[in-house]
């Protein structure tokens, strides 16, 4: 029987459980993978702490990213085979399709080839990243070579995938991470400029590296108090995509540099893209073309065995990654 | 000499002083105008207790929105000319080009001719609240007959003007007022539906109203606490355009309605129309053809002489009015 991480009750780390559960045949509509890698993702995080925007139904599986081969497919499949080698879209329930085990059911439409040349690992560290800084940036922001973009967590699997959105595109990129420790880091894989945020005065360095006029993108998945600092660094006309909730303080709302700049706040998250065909459609086409240019390249900070999950959650949690962190199964 | 509404000081409605001043020549692409009507707005009670976006330089005039028959053009000055009956469209510094008084000098290209049809008090109650409705609901909301758009301060100058742009397209308006007293006001006027928010749950009777889906468009010059609901009550995908601080509290972002429903929230000022020429022609072309069919119409409230302009401005801060507050010179 595979293993399979479940939890019984919301919490720390240690809640996650692995289990032999018996092998699940795909229903309609649905296809089964052999799981060979584990992307993780923040969301999980916050899923299992019972914080996410979905609740989970206990005992819950977890888990958006996968990446293995087809070893079952139901009915009313079309388009997916056994023996296909793909990776999991992350537009579907995290509880009810977790992927986190040996073995994963998910929807058919929520599996992707990915290219020959990357890894499994690098294959569950994609879609989730790449789509979410794509859809923000390029799908609604029109990111063009002309701006500015400030890029909060940017050490963050998606951060990072930002920046080389960012740069793919031929814009500037300004990363904002907390200590100074990851600041050449985030030099070396593209950012234009790094402010580290504890030491230095984010609103001052941003309007010094734009001539005053601020950024007129911003990508966070913070808010909190941090949101008014974004308000202040932003160019007039702006827009904020805020994509997570990652602050524990409540967000207040920046009127007046809203109403002084005529700034837009935009909540998103990937869902808006993943549940729209065509939005989808172009988001695959823009990655597949990035990974094969070579231009989005994913970054894994460090893999996990499946029997150290608990690990692998803690280290997320201790903001010390700079990249993807993968579980290899 | 003319008299000029000035204040020394920031603070209630009794600072404002009626002087004596001398008539001012008009100056570089200026022109003046011999004031028949001054429309009220709630920007200039903000303006005088200096809770406005631009701050006074004391002793400072006020005032957005005149009409009179222009008596002086300074020099380099083109379309406007000696006679002209006009009326003053907000695009300049309230403080700098207050027009509060029997004689005003403002920038020519802030100056519009108003339909012959329209009486002075008419034509100061046009430019402020319908390209302010216009700008957020035409311009950027791209407002269409299937929308729903919910308007709070529905009883205010550009509440009502919002009301009449959204039937104009044909689109439903949704108006929100603080007590049950104006309800059938709202409805002669044209609301299709409206909430006492001090008496009805907004939350759910906006759902009641459009099937559970909410509003597809918001028009809130409050924010504060009212933002939650504003947000619990718009629809996936919505927008909300926030147009003016009139609660004295802070005002909470609301995250996970953003995030969840992926809304947007604008920051809007009437600025972002009349400081671009294109956007500018358009609104004008708006009004101008609203005001012809007669699907706009300035609901004018209560006037009041210039002597009484403290008077005036305490009524506006009474929110009893029903409309535009005009005072007549």
Redesign the interface.
């Known amino acids: 029987m595979p293993k399979i991480v479940r939890f019984y009750q919301t919490g720390a780390a240690e809640v996650l459980k692995i289990e032999e559960l018996p092998l699940v045949e795909p229903g309609e509509g649905e296809v089964r993978l052999k799981v060979a890698a584990i992307g993780l993702n923040r969301a999980e995080v916050m899923f299992r702490q019972g914080q996410y925007?979905e609740p989970p139904v206990l005992p819950s599986r977890l888990g958006y990213e996968a990446a293995g081969v087809v070893d079952a497919v139901g009915p009313g499949v079309s388009g997916v085979k056994i023996g296909d080698r793909v990776s999991t879209i992350p537009s579907f329930s995290v509880g009810a399709y977790g992927v986190y085990g040996e073995s994963a059911v998910v929807p058919a439409y929520a599996v992707a080839s990915y290219p020959e040349k990357l890894t499994p690992s690098q294959g569950a560290s994609i879609w989730m990243q790449y789509l979410t800084a794509y859809g923000a940036l390029v799908e609604f922001g029109q990111l063009k070579a002309s701006d500015t973009v400030l890029i909060t967590a940017a050490s963050s699997s998606v951060g990072l995938a930002a920046i080389q959105v960012v740069k793919s595109i031929g814009a500037t990129a300004i990363a904002v991470t907390r200590g100074a420790g990851k600041k050449s880091f985030l030099k070396e894989v593209g950012a234009d400029h790094v402010i580290a945020s504890d030491e230095e005065d984010l609103v001052k360095v941003v309007m010094d590296l734009t001539g005053g006029k601020g950024a007129n993108l911003v990508f966070d998945p913070v808010?909190g108090p941090l949101?008014e600092k974004l308000a202040a660094a932003a160019a007039p006309g702006a827009t904020i995509f805020?994509?997570?909730?990652l602050a524990p303080e409540?967000?207040?709302?920046p009127?007046?540099?809203?109403?002084?700049?005529?700034?837009?706040?935009?909540?998103?998250?990937l869902?808006?893209i993943v549940r729209v065909p065509e939005k989808l459609a172009r988001g695959k086409q823009f990655v597949y073309s990035g990974l094969e240019s070579g231009l989005l390249k994913p970054i894994i900070d460090r893999t996990f065995p499946l029997a150290s999950i608990v690990e692998a959650h803690k280290y997320m949690e201790s903001n010390q990654q700079k990249g993807k962190i993968v579980v290899t199964v």
């Open positions: 925007l808010g949101l805020e994509y997570g909730a409540p967000t207040p709302f009127l007046f540099a809203a109403l002084g700049k005529g700034l837009t706040f935009r909540g998103y998250t869902f808006e």
